[in-house]
């Protein structure tokens, strides 16, 4: 069995002070940040001790976490392990890059953020540039505020053709775009409806507990990060048996890394490998090379 991994260790700073995150700007002491190295190299260490099972892993921290010297550190070894099949991570990208040089790019994926006002948008293509020369696979994204509409265009024309740029929905205020904001968006993201909508999922069937966990740093174990009941600890013998089809108990997820593992979506035929990336099997956004023969009936779905 392939298991995925969200790992979300107790880091919670970030060098970015985006008004719509809790963590903005958030400084934490030695004593903390000492805590989330050490829950880092214990899951990593168990990671490469699981070599008889295929696993792919997404760093989702609280904050940016490649600014820290151990997760480019961890994301080095883990990318060379030979049943590791992915090793990603979400970051703003601020950090120096050279440490990709460790990595193998085989396995090694960026889910890199523009955040407007942060960093010039300049020099973010730079850094996007200097990751794809490098070998890293990624993926490139904005939140989608409205007053960012021109810079989501801007960086759409600047970044080349082969790398997909998402929009993350700002669903935060019901009906908080018009159809024509909307239409502008789809110019840039072609997915940005599926992201823009909650979808049903109570009493659904999806992967999340199945073959895809979320594990905090202490080794506990969620079916996903948005039902917060514990399923067993990865640190625990036998925690395997936790590993089971469970019905949804949420009404809705809207969040990408939560409803790309709902199974009646079939978001693995839009998104293939790079699911967890978030980078789509074939090139459908502007200047790729058309779309795959679902997307049609995805997009029908979420309208």
């Known amino acids: 069995m392939s298991l995925t991994i969200l790992y979300r260790g107790p880091l919670e700073s970030c060098n970015y002070a985006c008004e719509y995150c809790p963590f903005a700007k958030r400084v934490e002491g030695r004593e903390a940040l000492d ?19 295929p696993v792919a892993i997404l760093f989702t921290p609280w904050g940016e976490a490649l600014v820290r010297r151990w997760y480019q550190e961890a994301l080095a070894r883990l990318s060379n392990l030979p049943h590791v099949e992915k090793a ?19 396995s090694l994926a960026l889910w890199a953020t523009f955040h407007p006002g942060e960093v010039a948008r300049e020099r973010f293509v730079e850094r996007c540039l ?27 024309r600047e970044l080349p053709a082969h ?40 009493g659904r069937s ?4 199945r073959t895809v966990i979320s594990v ?5 174990a969620q079916r996903c990060h948005f039902i917060k009941e514990p399923i067993g600890n990865i640190y625990e013998a036998g925690w395997e048996r936790a590993l089971q089809d469970r019905p949804c108990t949420n009404a809705t997820c809207g969040c990408h890394i939560g409803y ?27 200047g790729g090379a058309g779309a795959p023969p679902s997307l049609a009936a995805h997009s029908a779905t979420v309208t």
């Open 260 to 286: 790309v593992h709902l199974d009646y979506l079939d978001l693995g035929a839009v998104f293939g490998s790079g699911i967890l990336e978030r980078i789509p099997a074939l090139r459908i956004w502007p």
């Open 216 to 220: 905090a740093g202490d080794g506990s």
């Open 206 to 209: 999806c992967a999340a507990g």
């Open 88 to 106: 990603a991570i979400q970051t703003n990208l601020s950090c120096g890059l050279s440490w990709i040089d460790r990595c193998a790019t085989r």
């Open 163 to 202: 790398l997909y740029l998402w929009v993350n929905a700002y669903k935060r205020v019901e009906g908080y775009y018009s159809e024509e904001e909307i239409a502008r968006i789809e110019a840039v993201d072609p997915l940005f409806r599926l992201n823009n909508t909650r979808h049903p999922s109570l």
């Open 130 to 156: 200097e990751a794809d020369r490098r070998g890293a696979r990624l993926s490139v994204g904005i939140v989608g505020l409205r007053e960012h509409l021109g810079e989501m265009e801007a960086l759409r």
């Open 35 to 53: 805590r989330d190295r050490a829950a880092l190299s214990r899951f990593v260490a168990w990671v490469d001790e699981r070599r008889d099972e």
